[in-house]
């Protein structure tokens, strides 16, 4: 069966300090991965996402990148985090195929 | 442009009661649409979908969710609420950039 980590599950960061959350898919190849961002608790914002190594398509101008050095792992970074990066971070994968997403279980990060 | 909405920001239900929870969409072309749950500081759970068929989709938990082509609406019902089933739901358009485009979240509450 597949699975989807994504950690660390909390961080708190300084501003100015960088960031690099993590998030790996098993039991299946080639996903679609996404980063998407929710604030306050409520509507979630895209941020990246990636049909396979090295392609990552950006869907808001920020202060985070997004990589994927590997068919299964997604990185989402930052060189200098600002206040307003602050938030929930969830991870998720589909097939290639598209369709219904299965979610990590999200970072909640706060930027002090 | 592609988009869906959710006119409520919270529902309140009393426990036994029907549930629902509304959800609106624009699309040119067919829709293909989703409902998730998430719980407090959790990923978003997979609920039901919408592709083509049966206007009237079955779901997990006893939920199921009508879809209405004229109205250009997603509905999430349930016959009978549960205090556990209290909780954010996002309504979820696939917009063919293989990536959702997510609603801004009803707060579920049921009352016991």
């Known amino acids: 069966s597949q699975t989807i980590h994504q950690w660390p599950a909390t961080l708190v960061q300084p501003v100015g300090s960088p960031l690099s959350l993590e998030c790996t898919v098993e039991?299946?190849?080639?996903?679609?991965l996404y980063w998407y961002r929710q604030a306050a608790g409520r509507g979630l914002q895209l941020l990246f996402y990636s049909v396979g190594i090295g392609q990552i398509s950006s869907e808001v101008p920020q202060n985070l990148s997004a990589s994927r050095p590997q068919d299964r792992q997604f990185i989402l970074s930052s060189k200098k985090l600002l206040l307003s990066d602050s938030g929930f971070y969830l991870c998720a994968w589909t097939r290639p195929s598209g369709g219904g997403y299965t979610f990590g279980s999200g970072t909640r990060l706060t930027v002090v | 442009a592609q988009s869906v909405a959710q006119p409520e920001d919270q529902v309140n239900v009393a426990e036994g009661n029907p549930l629902t929870v509304k959800c609106t969409y624009s699309v040119s072309g067919n829709p293909y649409l989703f409902w998730y749950v998430q719980y407090p500081n959790r990923g978003l759970q997979f609920l039901l979908k919408?592709?083509?068929?049966?206007?009237l989709v079955k779901g997990s938990y006893g939920f199921e969710a009508e879809f209405n082509k004229s109205q250009t609406s997603f509905h999430l019902k349930k016959p009978s609420a549960l205090v556990s089933d209290s909780a954010l739901y996002f309504c979820?358009?696939?917009?063919?950039?293989?990536?959702?485009?997510f609603g801004s979240g009803t707060r579920l509450q049921v009352q016991p």
């Open positions: 039991g299946t190849s080639n996903p679609n």
């Open positions: 919408y592709i083509t068929g049966d206007n």
């Open positions: 979820a358009l696939y917009t063919g950039r293989r990536a959702l485009t």
